[in-house]
Nanobody
Framework: VQLQASGGGLVQTGGSLRLSCAVS??????????IGWFRQAPGKEREGIVC????????WYAEAVKGRFHISRDIAGSTVYLQMNGLKPGDTAVYYC?????????????????????WGQGTLVTVSS
């Protein structure tokens, strides 16, 4: 299984970016996986910012990104997207996509690294003030 994240870069405060995560080699149908985006800022632990259950039945957003970020899944292209609007310097981090082969029905309390076993390599997002 491979997850390839891309789309990071340098953007000014208030700007937008769209991250992509191409997924390949899955055993099950892509829509049956839980998916998530995580980020790790310098000196901090990796944190979950948005997780979506199988077939996107339920989606959880961290308060820090709610209303600004949006996750979507392209089934035909096996790609996960993260649209990020209204970016702030505090959003600066390496962003990782992840997949969970045993999806939770609701990730409100489980959008965290122990619950996801498949990871991409990360893409750096830098927001300048």
């Amino acid at each position: 299984v491979q997850l390839q994240a891309s789309g990071g870069g340098l953007v000014q405060t208030g700007g937008s970016l769209r991250l992509s995560c191409a997924v390949s080699g899955l055993i099950f149908d892509f829509e049956d996986y839980g998916i998530g985006w995580f980020r790790q800022a310098p000196g901090k632990e990796r944190e979950g910012i948005v997780c979506s259950s199988a077939r996107d039945a339920s989606t959880w957003y961290a308060e820090a990104v709610k209303g600004r970020f949006h996750i979507s899944r392209d089934i035909a292209g096996s790609t996960v997207y993260l649209q990020m609007n209204g970016l702030k310097p505090g959003d600066t981090a390496v962003y990782y996509c992840s997949a969970d082969p045993i999806s939770y029905a609701d990730y409100a309390s489980t959008c965290s690294t122990p619950h996801f076993g498949l990871w991409g390599q990360g893409t750096l997002v830098t927001v300048s003030s």
